[in-house]
């Protein structure tokens, strides 16, 4: 009698646990390998200016940054200090280098899903190291990494499409994927609706001038300069559009009739962002927050969704 070759992964697809019906459980490894994909390009485009960042080499000593730190988390100087008191003899120099060699380790053995719970843990609080470390010169793409790290760390990303899964033969359970998905999706939503809530209080998104001097007050770099358009409506019309795809964001995404034109809005929105405001990470980031909870949940199986990186199986929407 002839076994098709399948039969150890349709054995497998059998004995896994329901998941959550509808959605495709690719998501997960769709967020945790984008996620480590752009902390690894983000912390690699910083590292010409690392040590001015940095070091004692840099624009500001470590020490007199950490003077106006709040002392909610660990500084690279913070953490030295508390590692010398301890009698062990640490400089911070050496704080330094460890954490600049082991912040891409954990981001790799996360985007590869191999003991993946523990680096994104050590991501996490590697990256809160950096980035409180120079807190005056953060911005979006870092506090977004921060949130997206931590649900790496709560979901279980690790449980599809990943080493811990083809090597061990099993990932983490997917039993409440879509109470996990609620989670990331309320998150988004309250994250849009206070933003756009921000910006419709005031009178400078109202009347486009925030973004003329969003493209004009930093140097960002432009795909090319959009002053052509400084006497038409378009800027006006920009900072509308911006409001209303914000502050609508928990009924059009949450609507399944709206969500695609929603999304089509934002993906647009974002990568203008990028375009030409040059906030490359943010706005990549920002598009990979919304595909993987509101697109690639949706998609159909094809391939993907039984295979030996997966532990799980695809129920199709009906």
Same mark, same amino acid.
């Given at each position: 009698?002839?076994?098709?070759?399948?039969?150890?992964t349709?054995?497998?697809?059998?004995?896994?646990?329901?998941v959550?019906?509808?959605?495709?459980p690719?998501?997960?490894?769709?967020?945790?390998?984008?996620?480590?994909?752009?902390?690894?390009?983000?912390?690699?485009?910083?590292?010409?200016?690392?040590d001015?960042?940095?070091?004692?080499?840099?624009?500001v000593?470590?020490?007199?940054l950490?003077?106006?730190h709040?002392?909610f988390?660990?500084?690279?100087t913070?953490?030295?200090?508390?590692?010398a008191?301890?009698?062990?003899?640490?400089?911070?120099?050496?704080?330094?280098?460890?954490?600049?060699w082991?912040?891409? +380790?954990?981001?790799?053995?996360? #985007? !590869?899903? &191999?003991?993946?719970? @523990?680096?994104?843990?050590?991501? /996490?609080?590697?990256? $809160?190291?950096?980035?409180?470390?120079?807190?005056?010169?953060?911005?979006?793409?870092?506090?977004?990494?921060t949130?997206?790290?931590?649900?790496?760390?709560v979901?279980?990303?690790?449980?599809?499409?990943?080493?811990? +899964?083809?090597?061990?033969?099993? #990932? !983490?359970? &997917?039993?409440?994927? @879509?109470?996990?998905l609620?989670? /990331?999706?309320?998150? $988004?939503?309250?994250?849009?609706f206070?933003?756009?809530?921000?910006?419709?209080?005031?009178?400078?998104?109202?009347?486009?001038?925030?973004?003329?001097?969003a493209?004009?007050?930093?140097?960002?770099f432009?795909?090319?300069?959009?002053?052509?358009?400084?006497?038409t409506?378009?800027?006006?019309?920009a900072?509308w559009?911006t409001?209303?795809?914000?502050l609508?964001?928990?009924?059009?995404?949450?609507?399944?009739?709206?969500?695609?034109?929603?999304?089509?809005?934002?993906?647009?929105?974002?990568?203008?962002?990028?375009?030409?405001?040059?906030?490359?990470?943010?706005?990549?980031l920002?598009?990979?927050?919304?595909?993987?909870?509101?697109?690639?949940?949706?998609l159909?199986?094809?391939?993907?969704?039984?295979?030996?990186?997966s532990?799980?199986?695809?129920?199709?929407?009906?």
């Amino acid at each position: 009698m002839q076994t098709s070759v399948l039969a150890p992964t349709q054995a497998r697809t059998a004995e896994a646990p329901a998941v959550g019906k509808g959605l495709n459980p690719a998501w997960l490894a769709f967020f945790r390998l984008n996620v480590a994909s752009i902390g690894l390009l983000h912390f690699w485009a910083i590292q010409p200016d690392f040590d001015l960042l940095f070091s004692y080499h840099g624009y500001v000593y470590p020490d007199i940054l950490d003077a106006s730190h709040d002392r909610f988390f660990w500084t690279l100087t913070s953490l030295q200090q508390a590692l010398a008191s301890l009698g062990l003899p640490v400089s911070y120099g050496g704080v330094l280098a460890t954490a600049r060699w082991a912040y891409p +380790v954990c981001l790799l053995l996360l #985007g !590869a899903g &191999l003991r993946t719970r @523990a680096a994104a843990v050590g991501a /996490l609080l590697l990256q $809160l190291l950096f980035v409180q470390s120079i807190h005056l010169y953060q911005y979006g793409a870092d506090a977004f990494t921060t949130i997206a790290l931590f649900y790496c760390c709560v979901l279980p990303v690790g449980g599809s499409y990943s080493l811990d +899964v083809a090597w061990r033969g099993r #990932g !983490a359970a &997917l039993t409440h994927q @879509a109470l996990f998905l609620f989670w /990331l999706r309320a998150h $988004l939503s309250l994250a849009y609706f206070f933003s756009g809530l921000d910006k419709v209080i005031g009178e400078t998104w109202r009347n486009g001038e925030a973004l003329w001097k969003a493209l004009h007050s930093h140097a960002y770099f432009s795909l090319f300069s959009l002053d052509f358009l400084a006497r038409t409506p378009f800027f006006w019309l920009a900072g509308w559009a911006t409001i209303v795809l914000e502050l609508g964001y928990p009924l059009g995404m949450n609507y399944a009739r709206s969500r695609p034109w929603w999304l089509l809005g934002l993906l647009g929105m974002h990568l203008f962002i990028g375009l030409f405001m040059g906030l490359f990470f943010f706005s990549a980031l920002m598009i990979v927050l919304n595909l993987a909870a509101y697109y690639v949940p949706n998609l159909s199986p094809i391939s993907l969704a039984a295979g030996p990186y997966s532990n799980t199986s695809y129920t199709a929407p009906k």
